[in-house]
């Protein structure tokens, strides 16, 4: 078996019938929204088959295994102890950070994100009747992103209700490091404001860089909150299950406010198939990551090659790449021009805040023949 993870042909791909293979007509090329082009991890898809085969389809029970599933996953791959008793079943991360915000924010309540990032941060904020406060990220002189800490020491001054953090970082591919982690959280405690931090891409962390999960941070349980899930590193998005995790009593006590009904909105073939990925999946996510590694690489050639004006800085983590197209037009002209004249969908830069005027988000999790195409078709695009 190669150690690359196979691809169905683009024929089978475009039989899916997710958001991905179903927003554009068929001549148009996805790399958008975050779903990968690689078939199931086995042990996922056997769970689930089992399960339908059993007609298994009914409420996720109370203790469905997941905190024990994800204690186990967190110990192995990141030496993060988590206490299964802590870990509560949410339907997704945007449910997830929703409740935490409405338990931290009052009505107007100003609550803090660093942009480019996450298109429905912005969503998520005034869902929970608060306040987009943007910090954007701060740029080195290599091009890479970084947070911003004293931008956000000055937020926080202000007492923000919380601060939305995304570790590792959509669309930049950022893994924050141990030190930057460890200031935010000396922030987060002097002024007082909780960290809510979305670690959906924590499984994606690629050969070269080590994930750091936030409440591993000393200092960090008291105040802050982990939003994980198993969704995105092993495709299950469409099947809904995150986890909120805690690891003091005073956060614990902000999940025990979540409405009282919400348990029973997981999906139950999420939780199944999220405790077969943590406790079966390894190898196969060992694979992705070295198939990933190898998309990244081919991506930097391809774009050296044929789009040479086109600047990126390879992502530490997820299959996302953000490409700086500002050469082909400010705003999201470079994702028009792409699609009208390229036939290939990517995510429009501003979706992800002004910083992303300019730049286009592709999605690599697939094969070398379609991001060969892909990239073929934005070279075209320009010609
Ligand atoms: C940073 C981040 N958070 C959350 C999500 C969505 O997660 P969910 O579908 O569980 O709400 C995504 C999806 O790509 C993401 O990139």
Redesign the pocket.
């Known amino acids: 078996m190669s150690a690359e993870l196979p691809v169905p042909p683009l024929a089978e791909l475009r039989r899916r019938s997710s958001a991905k293979w179903r927003t554009h007509p068929p001549d148009v090329l996805p790399l958008t929204?975050?779903e990968m082009d690689f078939a199931l991890a086995p042990p996922v898809a056997e769970v689930l088959r089992a399960a339908v085969e059993a007609s298994d389809t009914g409420y996720s029970a109370a203790d469905a295994g997941l905190g024990a599933a994800l204690a186990g996953f967190a110990a192995r791959r990141w030496g993060w102890t988590v206490d299964p008793t802590a870990v509560t079943a949410v339907?997704?991360?945007?449910?997830?950070?929703v409740e935490l915000l409405r338990t931290l924010a009052r009505p107007g309540d100003a609550v803090v994100v660093s942009p480019p990032?996450?298109p429905?941060?912005f969503d998520w904020v005034p869902e929970a009747g608060a306040r987009l406060h943007e910090v954007p990220l701060a740029r080195d002189e290599d091009g890479g992103f970084r947070l911003d800490l004293p931008a956000l020491d000055r937020a926080f001054a202000a007492r923000p209700a919380a601060y939305v953090l995304?570790n590792?970082?959509?669309?930049v591919g950022r893994v924050h490091t141990p030190d930057e982690l460890a200031a935010l959280v000396r922030l987060a405690r002097v002024h007082g404001v909780p960290i809510v931090s979305?670690e959906?891409?924590a499984p994606l962390v690629l050969p070269g860089a080590t994930f750091t999960p936030l409440l591993s941070v000393p200092g960090a349980a008291e105040v802050a909150v982990s939003?994980v899930?198993a969704?995105?590193a092993f495709n299950l998005?469409g099947l809904?299950?995150?986890a909120v995790v805690t690891a003091a009593p005073a956060t614990a006590a902000l999940v025990h406010r979540f409405p009282a009904d919400a348990r029973w909105r997981t999906g139950h073939l999420g939780v199944l198939a999220s405790v077969a990925a943590y406790t079966e999946g390894g190898a196969w996510l060992d694979r992705l990551l070295a198939t990933l590694d190898a998309r990244r690489t081919q991506l930097g050639g391809l774009l050296a090659e044929r789009l040479p004006g086109v600047r990126w800085r390879p992502p530490d983590a997820?299959y996302?790449a953000w490409l700086d197209c500002a050469v082909l037009g400010s705003g999201d002209a470079p994702r028009e021009l792409f699609f009208a004249r390229g036939r290939i969908a990517l995510e429009p830069g501003l979706r992800f805040g002004a910083p992303g005027t300019g730049h286009v988000r592709l999605n690599f999790g697939t094969s070398a023949e379609i991001l060969d195409e892909a990239v073929g078709r934005m070279a075209a695009a320009t010609a």
């Open positions: 929204v975050a339907p997704d991360v945007g449910v997830g950070v990032v996450y429905p941060f995304c590792p970082h959509n669309p979305d959906i891409h939003v899930s969704s995105k998005a809904k299950c995150a997820t996302l």
